[in-house]
């Protein structure tokens, strides 16, 4: 019986997690998930802000990685509708910003909006190491 037990969570341990990339750039968008991809994860991936809503509802990624100004609608947008849903509320959401924005990274992060990390940068290097930090908490 214990081995049943033992050999489910060691699947759950080894599936892949899956990523839902946001980010409008369709260069910087394929660098992401090439890194991503290259590091082990799944990778899922929307140019607009509407798309990643609804792939976050149909695909469940244990996390979404998108960009702060998205076509359609904004990332903080997307975040904050997908905090709403039941179907999304619990899935971290890494938000970024490639631009000059002084906006204060308190704006994105703070309680309601299920942003757990806000990062200054399309960097896929540090992103990976955001994705790393959000999966371990």
């Known amino acids: 019986r214990g081995g049943s037990l033992g050999s489910g969570m060691q699947e759950s341990a080894n599936r892949k997690k899956k990523v839902l990339i946001g980010e409008d750039d369709r260069m910087t968008n394929q660098s992401l998930a090439d890194v991503l991809n290259s590091a082990g994860y799944d990778v899922d991936k ?8 609804e792939r976050a509802i149909v695909g469940k990624p244990d996390v979404v990685i998108m960009k702060v100004v998205l076509a359609g609608m904004n990332g903080d947008a997307v975040a904050k509708m997908m905090k709403e849903m039941p179907h999304t509320a619990n899935i971290p959401i890494i938000l970024y910003d490639d631009s000059d924005s002084q906006v204060p990274e308190t704006k994105y992060t703070q309680a309601g909006t299920g942003v757990k990390k806000f990062i200054r940068s399309s960097e896929p290097g540090l992103l990976l190491t955001a994705l790393k930090s959000v999966l371990k908490n």
């Open 46 to 53: 929307a140019l607009k802000g509407p798309e990643v809503l």
